[in-house]
């Protein structure tokens, strides 16, 4: 099969903002996806997406080889052992398998082939109505999603109140950020000036290994954010 590659170098810096694409077409009927990163064939590549179930679309059942993560973003997923409505972070381990489908159409973004490693549990949470704990710095909430100790990557949902600032650090293992309300400020290499870069709702960002920044959000922000999945 021929490789593919979108924003393929782990090594350098990635910025879509999701809202400015447009849909493309699946091998399924009725589901399109705009994808963000890609290595690897088409197909079956290590992918990371945003995709859009239609109504009563859906795929026929099929393997997962690396595992799966979904946020659901808007209306309700389903496949055959339940129904998740929006708000709903899933991890699907290495060997999973479904028919995934929509009733009434859904939103999600989407990581195929990411999370390698028979030892991985499965993990299903509801982000409305999980308990979120108090961050490290004042108006920040944060949801645990995923970590565990013989696996690399910590992913978590986290909330900024208006004004809200997260310190300059470096990511050794590099961050993803995917916004899902609101907007977020990043100062690079520092503190937080005007003019830094901003991103939306909508927006992915993929930071590399040992990149060092702060982050702000003046009217408040929820967003995704994966850690310690990347190296130098």
Known sequence: MAEHE?????SKLAVVHTADMAWQASPSPGVWRKRLDLSGPAEAGRVTSVVRYGADSRFRQHPHPDGEEILVLEGVFSDERGDY???TY???PESFSHAPFSRGGCVLFVKLR??????RRQVTIDSKAAAWRDGEVPGLQVLELYGEAQHPERIRMLRLEPGAVLESQVYLGGQEIFVLEGGLEVGLEGALENGEPSYRTGSWVRYPAGSRHALRSDGG?????KTGHLTV
């Open 6 to 10: 979108i924003n393929g170098d782990l």
């Open 85 to 87: 409505p929006a708000g």
């Open 90 to 92: 899933l991890l699907n």
């Open 114 to 119: 990411q999370y390698p490693g028979a030892d």
């Open 221 to 225: 922000c929820l967003f995704y954010e």
